[in-house]
């Protein structure tokens, strides 16, 4: 098939007409590929048709994490060596039976495309939408978050520092009896992200957070920040609770970024942070499904919390 002929994909009720399937969007990496450890560096060049392949093999694993939710849209027309844009707004053009949510904005509303079914997916792939960034809550109750994220963000490439961190993290999140999922980001870190029964709002889960954060941070002030401005970080790992707010989005997992070598943000379980072999690239649009078979999260996201009893024991903690 040409790369310039269009591909129908069956999805449920709807058939998607994907446009270009043999459009690069991920260029082969230059030399071997290899990274400094010896492993694939992303030398392998992936087509729009390997991204709709991809979305349509995890959705069955990634759709829970998106149904219900505003998503913002990270597209990139002409590969990750084009230019970028953000979307918000759902263009008029769209099918009519992708679902949509209209929330509200200073000043106005925003009509945020929510991905309910593999042939919205699948859509959104042919779009170049490589990364779908989502809200923390859902619609009908868009102020009321029922996920709370730490992002471990290293102030470099050091993913020894990134580990260590989220084992400390882990070690007082159990103390404060709140389940949380490990997730890759694909970048150089990873996200803590934490279920909730949606009782409270964004400021009360962003505070809570912020003290987590805090606390952590001043038992590791050698190794730990939440410095929000870089200069003041040094080389420690920054503890980043911005997310947890209204209108703000955190990466859905097993979403491809935008980075040579299409990684995944993928969710992994805590044993195997322990691996060498993990870092935040660790898994691809290759292997990724193979990943979300294993079911990490199993059980972890059906149980969550409220944060009230949580409160208590921090604060106990904090003295």
């Known amino acids: 098939m040409s790369g310039d002929a269009a591909r129908t994909v069956r999805a449920g009720r709807h058939t998607v007409e994907v446009h270009r399937p043999g459009k690069v ?27 709709v392949d991809y979305y349509r093999a995890v959705a069955p694993f990634m759709l829970p994490h998106l149904r219900g939710r505003p998503l913002m849209l990270e597209r990139h027309p002409d590969g990750v060596d084009g230019p ?42 042919d779009q170049a939408a490589l990364t779908l960034h989502r809200w923390l809550s859902r619609a ?31 070690e007082l999140l159990e ?8 997730m890759t980001t694909g970048s150089r870190g990873l996200h803590v992200v934490v279920p909730l029964t949606a009782h409270q709002d ?6 809570f957070a912020r003290d987590v954060a805090d606390t952590l941070a001043a038992a590791h002030p050698d190794r730990l920040t939440t410095a929000a401005r870089k200069k003041d970080r040094g080389d420690r790992l920054y503890l980043d609770v911005q997310r947890n707010a209204y209108a703000q989005t955190a990466v859905a997992p097993f979403t491809v970024r935008a980075r040579p070598g299409a990684p995944v943000a993928t969710p992994l379980s805590w044993d195997q942070l322990r691996d060498p072999a993990v870092d ?40």
């Open 25 to 51: 969007l991920f260029p082969a990496a230059d030399g071997d590929g290899r990274d400094g450890d010896g492993r694939d560096g992303g030398a392998k060049e992936y087509t729009k048709g390997d991204l």
């Open 84 to 125: 970028r844009f953000m979307q918000k707004n759902t263009p008029a053009r769209y099918p009519d039976w992708i679902s949509r949510v209209e929330v509200a904005k200073e000043g106005g509303t925003v009509c945020h495309t929510v991905c309910d079914d593999t042939a919205t997916l699948l859509y959104l792939a």
């Open 140 to 170: 009908g109750q868009v102020d009321r978050p029922d996920r709370m994220v730490f992002d471990l963000d290293p102030a470099d490439d050091d993913f020894g520092a990134v580990r260590e961190a989220a084992g400390l993290l882990g």
């Open 175 to 182: 103390e404060l009896r709140l389940p949380s999922g490990l």
């Open 280 to 319: 935040a690239r660790r898994w691809t649009i290759a292997d990724a499904v193979e990943q979300a078979r294993t079911r990490p999260w199993e059980g972890v996201m059906s149980r969550a919390r409220g944060l009230g009893p949580a409160r208590r024991r921090l604060n106990a903690l904090r003295g």
């Open 202 to 207: 964004f400021d009360d889960v962003r505070d």
